[in-house]
C-alpha cells in the first residue's frame, strides 16, 4: 500500500478532457480485429437468411409459389406475412410499414418473404426459385407527380409569422424562384446485419447492428407477440450509420428474430451490398418553390415557401425530418415574415428515412438558394447579403427570434464569419477569380461561404434523456456500460475521457460493455448529434456518485472536508495525504461502500407544441462557416474543389482530433451529396421504380481524390453558453452543412460563364450533367 504524506500536487486542471486522444477501438480497427455484428462466432446449428423481393413498383400479388424455395437442398424455413405471430410492422411513427408485404407492392424490391439455409448462398439461391404473378399499377416516383395527385404520407403542415402577404407587397424587390436537392444514400462499410440467438424460456438475444437498441427491441417483441423483458439487443460498435441504422435496422432485425423463433436456431440476416442500397431508406430529395421580397441591400423582408419532400412510399421519420427542415429552413437568418407550407409526399419509392442532419441541411439549402439568387439580381456578392440578413446580437435586439419562436441567445456568427473571412483572404480572392474568368474562356473559377446555425437535441422531446451505470471494482479498473452507440464517431472515446477525468485516471483504465437493452433500458437513439451531451451527462452523474462516495471516505479517514479531497494521476489527494486510487478502492471495498451508481439525464429548458409549431425545440446551436473555390470546365462540367477554408464552433472540446476529424468527415460527405451522388430510378419499361444506382459502380460517393489539395479546418475558440458536457457542443451533423459552400461555389462559376446578372437553375447534385445543363439554361435566358 503506497501510503504518501505530503502536500498533493498543484491544483489540477484537466488531464483528459480537452487533450487529442486516439480513439479507443483505433488500434482494433487497423489491425482488423475490431469486431462487428458480423464477426461474431457463428453457434452451432447458426442458419443463414435471405430475402424474396418484389419485381414491381406498384400493384398486387395475384400467386406467390414457395414451393420449390422450401424444396431447395439445406432450407429449413421460409416465411410470409402470414406466419408473422405478432405485428406485421416495422413503422416507427406510424405504423404503415410491414415487416414482409402481403398483397400490397408499393416499391421495386419490397421484401415478399424471408428465407432461411444452412447457408448464405443457399438461402439467396433458394429466394430466386419463387414464382410470383402481379397486378401491375400505376406506380408514382417522383414529387411532382406526387403533388399533382396530392398523395401524401403526412398530412400538409404550416409554419408561419409575420404578415407575408403585406411583406412582399411593399418590398422594394419581389422576385421569385425554385431550387432542387436529391437525396443521398448512407452508404456506411458496415451493411444492415442482425443475428438472432434463441435463448431458453421464450427469450431472444439479437446482436444488431443498430443506432437504436431499444427500438430494434421493441420492433421485435411486436413482431412476436411477446413483451419487452422477453427480448434483448446488444451493439458493442457498428461501422456508419448516418442515420440509416435508426429505423431502418429494425426490419432485418424484426425477420431474424422471426426466423430463429419458427427454427430454434440462430439465424443470420446480412444484407449484400447491392440488396442494401436497393431496398433501404434514403435522404429525403426536396423541391422548393418561393416567393421573396426584399431591399436594396439585400435585406430581406417577406418569404413565401412551398417546401416538398419524397418521403417515399410510408411515414418512417418523414414526420420529423420535415418538423427539422421547416426549423431550419432560417439557417442563420433572421426571418420577420414568413409562411411555409411543408408537403410529405407519397410515392412508391423506398421509403425515406434519417440521414446526417435530419431534414436540416436540405431547409438550409432552401434559404442559401433565396440568398444566392437575391444577392445575384441584385449584383452584389452574395456574402454581404448573408451577412446583412445574420441574427442580431443575443441580447439588446429584436432580430433574435426565429420563426417558431425560440430566442437566439448564443449567436456567434457575426464574429466567425469575419474571422472566416480574414483567415481564408475572402476578398483578395474574389478579385483574383474574377480576374481570371475574365481572362479564361474555358475554365472558370468560383467561391462562396456560407454559414451554419444548426439546433442541437431530437425534435421528440421524450428522446432527449439517457441513462448510464459506472462500476470501479476493487482494483481501480472502472468499467462503463451507456445507451449510446460507437459508430466510429468516437463517442466511446469521449465518454472515456469524461470518466478518467472525473476519476483523475489514465483512460486505459476504462472500459466498456457493448451498449445492451438488459443493462440500460429505454435508450434515446444515437441521433441528432446528441450521443456525448446525454450520454456523456449521464455517465458524468453516475461517476460523480461513486467519486463522491470514495470522497466521503477519504475525508473520513484525514479528518477534513469531502471538497478537499482531490483525484488526478491515478491519485486521491487531502490535505497531508495522497494515495493510489486503486489502494482507495480496495479500501472502500473492505469499508462496504458502493462502488457502482447508475446516472441519468434528461436535457433541460426544451419544449415543443407539435399542433403549433412553437417552441424551443433546441438546446442550444452549433455554429460555423465554410469558404469553398471551385474550377468548372465548361466544355465536359466537370467539376474540382480545389480549396475550403472552415471554422466551425465545437465549444469546448472533449477530443478537438475527434472534432476535427469529424468536420472533415462531414464535410466531404456533404459535398458529395451536393455534387456527385445521384440516386436514379428507372422511369420506363417493365423495371419501372427500380434503383438503378445500387452499387458503387453506378453511385459515386467521394473518395481520396475528391478531397481539396488546400483543406484548412480549424476550431471557433469558444464555449458552449448552456451547461453542456465541460461546455462542449456537438459535432456530428453540423459540419455536413459546411458543403453548401461547394454547391454555391459551382454556381458562382457557372454564373462566370453566364454572363453578369445570371441566376443559373443549377440542381443538386451538381454532376457533370447538371453543371452543363444550369450552363446551358443559364446562357438562353441571360
Not at 426571418?335 to 425515406?352: E, F, H, P
Not at 407544441?609 to 462540367?637: C, H, K, N, Q, W
Not at 445500387?694 to 453558453?721: M, Q, R, W
Request: with cysteine.
Amino acid at each position: 500500500m503506497n501510503i504518501q504524506r505530503d502536500p498533493g500536487p498543484p491544483v489540477a486542471t484537466q488531464q483528459s478532457v480537452g487533450k487529442s486522444l486516439p480513439h479507443e477501438s483505433a488500434a482494433l480497427h487497423v489491425t482488423g480485429t475490431a469486431t462487428y455484428t458480423d464477426d461474431l462466432p457463428e453457434l452451432t446449428g447458426t442458419l443463414h437468411a435471405a430475402l424474396g423481393l418484389s419485381t414491381i413498383a406498384h400493384g398486387r400479388v395475384i400467386r406467390m409459389e414457395l414451393d420449390a424455395v422450401r424444396a431447395y437442398p439445406g432450407v429449413q424455413a421460409v416465411i410470409m406475412a402470414s406466419d408473422i405471430p405478432g405485428a406485421n410492422n416495422c413503422g416507427v411513427v406510424v405504423h404503415d410499414e410491414p415487416i414482409l408485404a402481403d398483397h400490397d407492392i408499393q416499391f421495386y424490391g419490397q421484401p415478399l418473404f424471408a428465407v432461411a439455409a444452412r447457408s448464405h448462398d443457399i438461402a439467396r439461391r433458394a429466394a430466386r426459385l419463387a414464382k410470383i404473378e402481379y397486378e401491375s399499377l400505376p406506380a408514382i416516383l417522383d414529387m411532382d407527380e406526387a403533388i399533382a395527385a396530392q398523395s401524401w404520407v403526412l398530412p400538409p403542415a404550416d409554419m408561419a409569422r409575420g404578415d407575408v402577404t403585406n411583406a412582399l407587397a411593399t418590398a422594394t424587390h419581389r422576385l421569385t424562384g425554385s431550387a432542387k436537392v436529391g437525396g443521398q444514400e448512407h452508404f456506411y462499410l458496415e451493411g444492415q446485419v442482425a443475428f438472432a440467438v434463441p435463448r431458453p424460456d421464450d427469450t431472444l438475444h439479437v446482436y444488431c447492428s443498430t443506432q437504436h437498441p431499444t427500438e430494434m427491441q421493441h420492433l421485435v417483441a411486436h413482431a412476436l407477440g411477446w413483451r419487452s423483458h422477453q427480448v434483448s439487443v446488444e451493439c458493442r460498435r457498428l461501422g456508419g450509420g448516418f442515420g440509416g441504422k435508426e429505423s431502418q435496422s429494425g426490419q432485418w432485425a424484426c425477420l431474424a428474430a422471426l426466423l430463429a423463433w419458427q427454427t430454434g436456431h440462430p439465424v443470420k440476416l446480412r444484407l449484400d451490398r447491392d440488396d442494401d442500397i436497393s431496398i433501404t431508406g434514403k435522404r429525403h430529395p426536396f423541391l422548393c418553390h418561393w416567393e421573396a421580397g426584399f431591399e436594396d441591400d439585400g435585406m430581406l423582408l417577406g418569404v413565401k415557401i412551398e417546401l416538398a419532400s419524397n418521403c417515399g412510399f410510408s411515414a418512417d421519420l418523414s414526420g420529423p425530418v420535415n418538423d427539422r427542415a421547416l426549423c431550419h429552413l432560417d439557417n442563420a437568418y433572421y426571418l420577420d415574415a414568413v409562411a411555409i407550407r411543408s408537403l410529405r409526399c407519397k410515392t412508391n419509392t423506398v421509403s425515406a428515412t434519417a440521414f446526417r442532419g435530419f431534414g436540416g441541411p436540405q431547409g438550409m439549402f432552401m434559404i442559401e438558394s433565396i440568398m444566392d439568387d437575391v444577392a445575384r439580381h441584385l449584383g452584389l456578392d452574395p456574402v454581404v447579403v448573408r451577412q446583412r440578413n445574420l441574427y442580431g446580437p443575443s441580447t439588446g435586439s429584436e432580430r433574435n427570434l426565429t420563426h417558431y419562436g425560440m430566442k437566439v441567445e448564443d449567436n456567434i456568427l457575426p464574429q466567425l464569419l469575419a474571422q472566416l473571412i480574414e483567415s481564408s483572404d475572402y476578398h483578395a480572392r474574389r478579385k483574383a477569380i474574377t480576374t481570371f474568368n475574365t481572362n479564361s474562356p474555358v475554365i472558370k473559377r468560383g467561391l462562396a461561404l456560407t454559414p451554419v446555425k444548426f439546433g442541437i437535441s431530437f425534435n421528440a422531446t421524450l428522446f432527449n434523456q439517457a441513462g448510464a451505470v459506472v462500476m470501479v471494482y476493487a482494483d481501480g479498473t472502472v468499467l462503463v456500460t451507456h445507451g449510446g452507440t460507437e459508430m466510429g464517431q468516437g463517442l466511446y472515446t469521449k465518454i472515456r475521457q469524461i470518466v478518467a477525468e472525473v476519476f483523475g485516471l489514465p483512460p486505459t483504465d476504462i472500459r466498456f460493455t457493448a451498449t445492451d437493452t438488459s443493462r440500460v433500458p429505454n435508450t434515446s437513439a444515437t441521433a441528432a448529434s446528441s450521443g456525448t451531451d446525454i450520454n456523456g451527462q449521464a455517465v458524468y452523474a453516475a461517476a460523480v456518485t461513486v467519486r463522491g462516495r470514495l470522497a466521503a471516505l477519504v475525508a473520513q479517514m484525514c479528518n477534513c472536508q469531502a471538497d478537499e479531497v482531490r483525484f488526478a494521476d491515478g491519485c486521491v489527494y487531502a490535505p497531508g495525504f495522497s494515495e493510489d486510487f486503486a489502494d482507495i478502492a480496495r479500501r472502500a471495498y473492505a469499508a462496504r461502500v458502493q462502488l457502482w451508481s447508475d446516472g441519468y439525464y434528461r436535457t433541460p429548458k426544451i419544449h415543443w407544441d407539435a399542433a403549433t409549431r412553437t417552441g424551443r425545440p433546441f438546446y442550444y446551436f452549433a455554429y460555423g462557416a465554410a469558404v469553398s473555390e471551385v474550377a468548372i470546365d465548361t466544355l465536359t462540367g466537370e467539376m474540382k474543389l480545389l480549396r475550403a477554408d472552415i471554422l466551425h464552433d465545437v465549444g469546448r472540446s472533449i477530443n478537438p482530433a475527434l472534432d476535427t476529424g469529424q468536420i472533415e468527415g462531414g464535410f466531404i460527405q456533404g459535398m458529395g451529396w451536393l455534387t456527385s451522388e445521384e440516386l436514379c430510378w428507372q422511369q420506363a419499361g417493365a423495371h419501372r421504380g427500380r434503383l438503378n444506382s445500387h452499387a458503387p459502380s453506378t453511385y459515386k460517393i467521394p473518395t481520396g481524390f475528391d478531397v481539396p489539395d488546400v483543406f484548412n479546418v480549424a476550431l471557433y475558440d469558444g464555449e458552449n453558453v448552456e451547461e453542456s458536457i465541460y461546455r462542449s457542443k456537438a459535432v456530428g451533423e453540423p459540419p455536413l452543412m459546411l458543403a453548401l459552400s461547394v454547391f454555391f461555389a459551382v454556381r458562382d462559376a457557372i454564373a462566370a460563364g453566364c454572363g453578369s446578372g445570371s441566376r443559373p437553375p443549377l440542381i443538386a447534385p451538381a454532376t457533370p450533367e447538371s453543371i452543363l445543363r444550369a450552363l446551358k439554361q443559364g446562357r438562353e435566358a441571360a
